[in-house]
């Protein structure tokens, strides 16, 4: 079992900045990835960013291409989503989620993932 505790959400006028925060706990198997998705308000969730935490590789949806960056404190078992230039589309509930599945970084989001978390909530005002 990997318990998953989102961290940092909160209010933040449009093109401010916010850091999320994952915190991986549990039985951790190597090699496994972190997945950040969202879900606006009606929408559907939505794969925003993943890490490999076998090689570091990285994936980024168009939308937050060169705005967010996602990256690993390994000493602290955390992965980070650091949000900047953010617009109010990018309002949402922000999950963090742990995936086994041994692709490609860039397919990740196509299969399903072991374990979320509860999500923390992210609001961008204009």
């Known amino acids: 079992q990997v318990q998953l505790v989102e961290s940092g959400g909160g209010l933040v006028q449009a093109g401010g900045s916010l850091s999320l925060s994952c915190q991986v706990s549990?039985?951790?198997?190597?090699?496994?990835?972190i997945c950040w998705f969202r879900q606006a308000p009606g929408k559907e969730r939505e794969g925003v960013a993943a890490?490999?935490?076998?090689?570091?590789?990285?994936y980024y949806t168009e939308s937050v291409k060169g705005r967010f960056t996602i990256s690993r404190d390994s000493a602290k078992n955390t992965v980070i989503l650091r949000m900047n230039s953010l617009k109010p589309e990018d309002t949402g509930v922000y999950y963090c989620?742990?995936?086994?599945?041994?692709?490609?970084?860039?397919?990740?989001?196509?299969?399903?993932?072991?374990?979320w978390g509860k999500g923390t909530l992210v609001t961008v005002s204009s």
């Open positions: 890490i490999s935490l076998y090689d570091d590789s990285t």
């Open positions: 549990g039985f951790i198997v190597d090699p496994y990835s």
């Open positions: 989620a742990f995936s086994t599945t041994t692709v490609a970084i860039y397919d990740i989001f196509r299969y399903d993932m072991n374990y």
